[in-house]
C-alpha cells in the first residue's frame, strides 16, 4: 500500500513537471469571479452636525464615484454621536437619504443604554448593535476600509 502511494505521488509530481508552463500557471490560478464590491465602515462618534454632512458627504461621492452598486457602505454610530440620530436630530432628512441610497446606519446599544435613549427615540429605518467599537474591528477584520471624517 506503501509503494502505491509513492507511485500516485511520483505520477502527479510527474505530470505537474512536464505540463507547459503556461498551462501550469493557469491551473494554479482560481477561477476569476465577478468583481469583488468595495467596503467601507465610517466612524461618527461626534454630536456636531458638521462632521454627520462630511460624513455623510463623503458616503455620497463614494457611491457617485464607484457606484452605487458597487460598494457596500455602513455608517457607525456611538458615543456622543448617537445624538444625531435621534427623532430631533438637525441631520435627520440626510441620514433618511442616505438610508434610502442603501446605506447601513447603525446605532451603538451600550451607548443607548448608557445614556438611557430607546429605539423609540432614534429615527425610523436605521440599524442596531451592541457595540459601535466592536463592530468597527469586526467590519475591519472582513476587509472593510476604516474612516473616520
Given amino acids: 500500500m506503501k509503494s502505491m502511494k509513492y507511485i500516485v505521488g511520483a505520477v502527479a509530481w510527474l505530470l505537474v513537471a512536464l505540463m507547459p508552463p503556461a498551462l501550469a500557471a ?8 465577478a468583481a469583488a464590491k468595495h467596503k467601507v465602515i465610517f466612524q461618527v462618534s461626534d454630536n456636531d452636525a458638521r462632521k454627520w454632512n462630511l460624513a455623510l458627504n463623503n458616503v455620497r461621492n463614494i457611491q457617485q464615484d464607484l457606484g452605487r452598486d458597487n460598494v457596500e457602505i455602513e455608517l457607525v454610530a456611538y458615543g456622543p454621536g448617537l445624538g444625531m440620530l435621534k427623532l430631533e436630530s438637525d441631520v435627520a432628512s440626510r441620514v433618511a437619504d442616505a438610508l434610502a441610497q442603501g446605506v447601513a446606519i447603525m446605532a451603538c446599544e451600550n451607548t443607548m443604554s448608557n445614556t438611557k435613549i430607546n429605539k423609540d427615540d432614534m429615527l425610523p429605518n436605521i440599524g442596531y448593535v451592541k457595540a459601535g467599537v466592536v463592530e468597527l474591528m469586526i467590519k475591519q477584520q472582513q ?7
Fill in 26 to 33: 493557469d491551473q494554479a490560478q482560481p477561477a476569476k469571479t
Fill in 143 to 149: 476587509g472593510y476600509s476604516y474612516i473616520r471624517p
